[in-house]
């Protein structure tokens, strides 16, 4: 069967994997058509716009994803996670879990080729039927399915040290270690468009360490991270400095 727009519920199971059993997605059969299957069926759609669309689904919504769950996490730090969480292996590992490569619409030769556990064909589709949902459904509903499916593997990235928030580490290292919070102290120098920030971070009146950066967050980041390498993993400090 060609790919179509009819009402017709699709790949029910997988609907119902994604957390939306009965939602109208006309365009699902689209996203799983790959373009083996549409060239031999002569002007068949594939899923290639779906595709295009969907990647960018999936970058919103990873990025506003880990931007809330990590308010300190630095703009480079950010976007390794991101390009850690949205490559091509991992979207095909997802793909997996939800059994997507059953539901391919493939050619006969890419049948035979094994496209069905290829990597770059599950992840393409994957992202195909993110832009289909998107387009049917909408976005919230999308972004929840992606929040859902993405959630634990950000977080475990982060505890795997892929990168790493230096505030959240010191401040769960000062409380369990000394009952305190640790306090930043921050200045700035140059003209507003160039500016340059520079932290100090302190326990109780203890210096702990310094750091610079190009926006607040970045140098409390760098203070945090010097701090973690300087402190004692038994004693809180006690050589107290002011800025």
């Keep these: 069967m060609d790919p179509d727009t009819t009402d017709d519920p699709i790949a029910p199971g997988l609907?119902?994997?994604?957390?939306i059993a009965g939602a109208r997605t006309p365009l699902l059969e689209v996203a799983l058509a790959h373009r083996s299957f549409a060239f031999e069926r002569k002007g068949a759609v594939n899923n290639e716009r779906l595709e295009f669309l969907g990647d960018a689904v999936l970058g919103l919504v990873i990025t506003n994803l880990i931007f809330g769950s990590f308010p300190d996490l630095a703009e480079g730090d950010m976007a390794k996670l991101r390009s850690s969480t949205v490559n091509m292996a991992v979207l095909a590992d997802v793909a997996r879990s939800l059994g997507l490569g059953e539901e391919l619409?493939?050619?006969k030769g890419e049948e035979l080729s094994g496209g069905r556990n290829k990597d770059s064909i599950l992840a393409d589709a994957f992202e195909a039927v993110l832009g289909a949902l998107?387009?049917?459904c909408g976005l919230d509903p999308t972004a929840q399915i992606i929040e859902r499916l993405f959630v634990d593997h950000i977080h475990e990235l982060v505890d795997k040290g892929v990168v790493r928030d230096f505030k959240t580490s010191l401040q769960e290292e000062t409380v369990q270690q000394a009952g305190a919070l640790p306090e930043y102290r921050v200045s700035s120098t140059g003209p507003d468009h160039d500016k340059r920030f520079?932290?100090?971070v302190f326990l109780v009146g203890a210096f702990l360490g310094r750091g610079t950066g190009r926006s607040k967050k970045q140098a409390e980041q760098a203070a945090a991270k010097e701090a973690l390498a300087a402190r004692s993993p038994a004693t809180p400090p006690t050589d107290a400095r002011t800025p």
């Design 15 to 19: 609907l119902d994997r994604l957390g």
């Design 198 to 200: 520079e932290a100090e």
């Design 105 to 107: 619409l493939l050619g």
């Design 134 to 136: 998107y387009l049917d």
